[in-house]
Every structure is written in C-alpha cells, then in structure tokens.
C-alpha cells in the first residue's frame, strides 16, 4: 500500500528565509515521488519528480528535494522564499506512473 | 504543445441531478486520470483510464463514472448528485514518466 504523510498543514517563512516542506512515504515497492505546487484556483504543476536516478533532484523556480531511502523521506527545499512561492504545495508518490497517492498538503505563506 | 484543458470551468448543479465533465489530454498522451479534491478529504484519486479501458479505480460509489474516446478525450459522469460531491474535479495527462493536471472543473451542488 502507498501513502503519503506531510508535516505541518501550514508553513510561514519570511521572504528570503528557507524553505523546508517535509514529505514522508510508506510504499511496498521504491517508488517515483513527486512535488506539486497549485495556486488558488488552478490545477496542480509539477515541480519536481524523483524517478530513481540522482537521490537529488532539481525543480523549477529554484525548488529541490532529497530522496533518503533510509528515511522513506523526500522533503522539498528552497534556500531563499520569494513573495510567489505562496501556494499550497502537494507530495505525492506513484508505484507505476498509473495511479498517485497525494499527500494533504502543505500551505506555505511568505512574510514580506 | 497546448496543456490540458477541461470545460466546464465552473458548474452550479442541484441535488439529485447528474453532471458530465469533459477532459482534453495533451496530445500523444494516452492515460487520462480524474482526481476530486476538496477540503477535507484532499486530493483523491477517482479513476485511470488507458486506451479507452479503465485501468484503475479508486475507492468511490457507482454514482462517478468515466468513459475515454478513441482520442483520449475522457468524460466523467456523477449521477445522483449530492452536496458532499461538490469539489474541484481535476483531469491529468500522463506520458511514461511525467502527469500533467488540467486546471479543473469547480462543481457546486446546491
């Protein structure tokens, strides 16, 4: 069975600070993990995905996530928060690119 | 390459009535899946469809249903609709690795 735990239903950071979304993942099988991020009213865009290549995967807008197998982990991190990264940000895990298993999300908010 | 888009947007139905929602994946992308999303329950996974099968569903009643054509194009259904369904519905594309979300259909049930 998969599923997804996300730490923290809402995080606030101050512009510049970093950025740490905490993501953890029970799976069966090693799995392909991926970062959303969705805006008010929008659909979810992809950020990042770990599909078992390099255990440090880059995404875009400055985002980047660890896969630690020992710590069934895949946190979400950003060295310096800007204004636009407010959004709710959403990890999620997939066995076989079929069917994914959404964590609850983590709503970021960023102080001027 | 033009992104996924579902139609309607916005969606006002009452209680009793049933609802067809329409997705339009990315083009080559062959697997169409349907999530509903609200508050909280968060994002559930409603079905998966591939090459006009239903290759996975998730756990919700008989009332959702789903169909995909021979273009991928892919439509849900909600029969007997009541106030628990209103949710924002999102369409995601799926190429071998990568799943692409649709900006979503927001249903109201009154």
């Known amino acids: 069975a998969q599923s997804v735990t996300q730490l923290g239903s809402h995080v606030s950071v101050s512009e510049g600070a970093l950025v740490l979304l905490r993501c953890n993942y029970s799976s069966s099988v090693p799995p392909y993990l991926f970062w959303y991020v969705q805006y008010p009213n929008q659909g979810l865009q992809l950020l990042l995905k770990y599909t078992s290549a390099a255990t440090l995967v880059k995404g875009i807008n400055g985002f980047e996530a660890e896969f630690k197998k020992s710590e069934t982990s895949f946190h979400l991190t950003k060295p310096s928060a800007h204004m636009s990264d407010a959004a709710e940000y959403f990890c999620?895990?997939?066995?076989?690119?079929?069917?994914?298993?959404f964590g609850s999300g983590t709503k970021l908010n960023v102080k001027p | 390459k033009a992104g996924v888009t579902q139609t309607p947007r916005y969606l006002i139905k009452t209680r009793g009535q049933q609802v067809t929602l329409s997705c339009s994946p990315i083009?080559?992308?062959?697997?169409v899946s349907w999530y509903q999303q609200t508050p909280g329950q968060g994002l559930q996974f409603l079905f998966e469809?591939?090459?006009?099968?239903?290759?996975n569903k998730g756990n919700f009643p008989g009332r959702f249903s789903g169909r995909q054509f021979s273009n991928s194009r892919s439509e849900m259904n909600v029969s007997t609709l009541e106030l628990g369904d209103s949710a924002l519905y999102l369409c995601?594309?799926?190429?071998?690795?990568?799943?692409?979300f649709g900006p979503g259909t927001r249903l109201t049930v009154t």
């Open positions: 469809y591939f090459s006009e099968t239903q290759r």
């Open positions: 999620a895990v997939s066995p076989n690119f079929n069917k994914f298993y």
């Open positions: 995601a594309s799926s190429s071998a690795y990568e799943q692409y």
């Open positions: 083009s080559g992308h062959r697997s």
